[in-house]
């Protein structure tokens, strides 16, 4: 795989309609057992739910979605990759998806095996305190009040600065203005 890019496309339901000769080798299967299938056939069971899920709500909104992901190949064994999905877009809507695969570094591995291990500790808590969110980690409520700052559209910006200017132009006025009507 070093070097290699894996290469697949799937219909909406994730069925794989097509594989490049590399993902084939990388995952152990041959490419009549690869097409018509789900693409959670190379999914690792080591791989959490929540970031199938994270895939699948950020694409079927028409965007992006980047993250290391452990794969499993036909013999059981595993490969990881920086996994890189895209929908096709025609007159605004997905009607299918792409995705792009190369080898993460050892780095990210490390920081993917202990996220995965998070997102297990995390789910026997039952307290959250981040979620998967387009491929990042985002961390839920009060701690991620810089974040929604972050996320904001320019026009939600552009309210939120004209509201704050008119605020403090006309807070002196309210302030001084003590005499009783």
């Known amino acids: 795989m070093d070097g290699d ?6 219909d909406l339901t994730g069925r794989i309609t097509h594989c490049n000769e590399a993902f084939v080798i990388a995952s152990g299967f041959d490419y009549d057992e690869l097409l018509g299938q789900p693409h959670d056939i190379v999914r690792h069971p080591d791989v959490p ?3 199938c899920k994270d895939l699948g709500s950020t694409v079927g909104r028409g965007r992006p979605w980047s993250c290391v ?3 499993r190949r036909k013999n059981g064994d595993h490969y990881w ?4 999905v895209t929908p096709v877009m025609q007159a605004g809507k997905p009607v299918a998806y792409m995705s792009v695969r190369l080898k993460p570094s050892q780095d990210q ?3 993917t095996e202990l996220l995965y291990a998070q997102i297990m500790a995390q789910r026997k808590s039952a307290r959250q305190t981040f979620e998967l969110h387009a491929g990042n980690v ?3 409520g009060w701690r991620d009040w810089l974040g929604k700052l972050h996320r904001l559209t320019l026009l939600q910006r552009a309210i939120l600065g004209m509201a704050s200017v008119l605020g403090l132009t006309l807070l002196p006025l309210w302030l001084l203005n003590t005499s009783p009507t």
């Open 49 to 51: 739910s929540e970031a």
């Open 81 to 84: 990759v920086l996994a890189n």
């Open 138 to 140: 985002r961390s839920v």
């Open 69 to 71: 992901v452990k794969n």
């Open 5 to 10: 890019t894996l290469v697949s496309t799937t």
């Open 109 to 111: 591995i490390r920081a």
